[in-house]
């Protein structure tokens, strides 16, 4: 663990030298359903999940542009683990919005915290008590549960003057119970198991309005003064859980070319392979195209996301999410006509390719990625028409 922050290269250079043991561990992983402890243990070794804590807490404070390198290379090696990574990184990126005496009480003995956090507002209930609240509830998807340091779960709150708001209330591990329902096609790795909480009392300091998060409206701004703190949430998330997609995609691409031209070294009949295939290079080069055209329109909107950050209007970051969408959608179809043209092999479960159209299909069913909404969304832009503001 670096004593004094670490730059933007040195902690893009640690993604990249961590990344083979993400690579090698890939299906260990994926057969265990879990993060795996040595590999957890490397990442906090590395710094990198310290990246967007901010320097008064002992972090580095690094932007949105480094976060992009880290994660899209820790996700070339095992989407799993980039998935994991990115959402420890960006949860700690969360905490910045709660009250400032609870991000105190986070920091004061460790330069970031491992959390996961759901978003399903209406997993839980929280009822008003003196001081705070009591919440009980199941959630799903708690990615980071295995090994975490607090816990962020989202329910609803009646403001008592007719508005019924979703809030994130932050829990010890203690005080919740893992529930192992991860029994799924893609992202094995992650271990996002359920969480449950039963009539736990939870302190007013340890609950953040949603709403302030997502407009980074709130403690983050006031507290914090680097530009990362006036970032809007869902863009962030965008990223998060989009660039897992594009590295899995990127991470076919070449495991592709690298057993392709293995077959066409071996191949010493001069009979069929792929070099005499007019059909095959063409299919993997329409798949190349659509993935290098993703990752521009990722990188164009992470530049303006830079550029405008709350300053942005709601239409305008409709757009992003409507683009990032696309971008993903973009990384699911290519993987999937690469898997159309590697032969019966790739239809091992061992075969990296087929871990990640595993992996790119089940990422993109996440809640951000509703691509009737975002596309809905972006149609009533077009046409001067409102948005329905979902997730923005």
Known sequence: ????????????????EIAPLLRETAREAELARRPLDRVIDAVRDSGLFALMVPQAYGGHEADLDTY????LALSRADASMGWLISFYIEHNFWMCGYPESFQKEVFAERQFILAPATLNAGGGRATPTEGGYRLDGQWQWGTGIVHADWVLVGAMID?????VLPNFFALPPEDVEPVDTWYVMGLCGTGSWDIRVDDVFVPADRVVSMVGLMNAAGESTRVHPGELYRTPLIP?????????????????LEEYRSQAKAKIAANHTGIGGPERDQGKPAIAARAALSIDAAELMFRDVLADVMAQRNSASFETRSIWLSRLTHAVYMCRDAVRDICSVTGAGGSRLDNPIQRALRDITTGS??????????????????????TSRFMV
């Open 1 to 16: 663990m670096a004593d004094s922050p670490m730059s933007s290269a040195e902690l893009i250079d640690a993604a990249n």
């Open 68 to 71: 992009f390198e880290v994660t």
């Open 159 to 163: 403001e008592g003057d007719g508005r």
């Open 236 to 252: 962030v998330l965008g990223f998060a859980a989009g660039l897992p997609m594009l590295g899995a995609a990127q991470m076919a």
């Open 365 to 386: 069913n996440h809640l951000i990625f509703d691509r009737e909404v975002r596309y809905a969304d972006y149609g009533r832009i077009l046409l001067g028409q409102p």
